[in-house]
């Protein structure tokens, strides 16, 4: 009877369901209440089967034989453990080592790329690596048609705000956002924050879309913890809508954010709007000014109604061939694909690619023969130049560089600092390139236009 009831509770430990959605509880790891909970469980009942097995035919032999040859079994233990450790180093994660000599910018077609400004962390470099202007806010920067700077005093800061081209500030506002600011065709602003809630039982993080005038004031908000019933009728169980399991630590948890959560449940990482293109009368979701947005966690790209923020379209995970894992800044073409940063997070390799959106198939890919040369885990960007390359931003290498269509590459720029106690709070990463988050293009005469009235 009591075998029975042995056999019984293993039967449903193996009938266990696990959630096969998109892993991340929003620091890179994984969350150990469903996948990783089910391995262990085969696990344990095999160990349980070969130990059972073992205890009655071979126990009592191994035991003589070790003790006949001690010598020859302790040198069998340490030549496995030599094995061990070597594998382990063999195969570690190459780092994003600092080579000094590829810091700066670097001309490989000067015929083929598109000319203008770059920038990057308050600084505006022309195209030889050359500093032309900076502001002191450092992080989401966008400059304006007029020269004005929009930007996030730095990483998680309480403080963004918007500033002249002499970096005077307009208005400040100790508002924490992340990841964009986007500036319309309507000269309004575009910006996330987060609000945390109580949520099966842990302190949760749900994004909101703020909708701004230039002159700083809120006119709309979108949340996703007021949309999240809605919201999940589109994709399979995300981690986080399984309650704490008390045997299992979740050892992944991020130290309280500024907004006091512990995890972020979609981790919203981009906004763009759809352009003027050739799909627009095929379906109300490539209409013009609507939402593209992008989800981290559960790897999902959504198209937003631009008035009443329906779900529109949608691309998720294994819905693209190859899936996409932790995707940033999908964009749309005028010719209606949607161009977007596939990470590759945890296949260990990026890709870029072009997505029909009409029947999800790809149009377009680029990825590296080895896989090592383009792979960013958790940021990264790409934008379509208006002479339709790329450039295309890989972050935790520090990298950015200019693709054409035709997969050459034709620009790139390395990061020139190394890492250290000031810019990462990660030990492990001081002495390393600094990442960038993100790299942008500007017209050339677009900025020698506000050098020049600014100059007067």
Known sequence: MEKKGIILFLIFLMSLNYVSAYIDPGTGGYLATSLFSTIITYLAIIFASVAAFLSVHFIKPIKNFIKTHKKFFILIIILLIIIIIAILIIFQKPKNQFDSSLSGAHIYDIAKIYQGYNLYEGKLIDMNNNLIHNWSSIYLGVIDKNGDYYAQEYYESLKWGRYSWNNSVIWEMNLPIHHEILLTPQDTIITFTKETHLYNGRYVEFDVILQLYKNGTIFDSWSTWDNLDYLKQFHKPLELEQSPNFLIPEEHRKNASIWGGNFDYYHLNSLSLVPNNSLEKIHSAFTPGNWIISFRHGSMIFILDKNTKKVLWRAIDDQISGRLEGPHTPTMTSQGNIIVLDNGRYREWSRIISINPVDLNITWEYKTENP???????????????????LVTESEKGRVFELTPYKKIVWEFYH????????????????????????????????????????K
């Open 416 to 455: 020139p600092d190394k890492q250290n106690e000031k810019n990462s709070a990660d030990l492990s990463k001081h002495g390393l390139r600094q990442e960038i988050y993100r790299m942008t293009r500007y017209d050339k005469s677009f900025i020698d236009n506000i050098i020049n009235k600014n100059a």
């Open 372 to 390: 090592k040369d383009f792979f960013s885990l958790s940021q990264s960007s790409v934008d379509l130049l208006p002479n339709q390359n790329l």
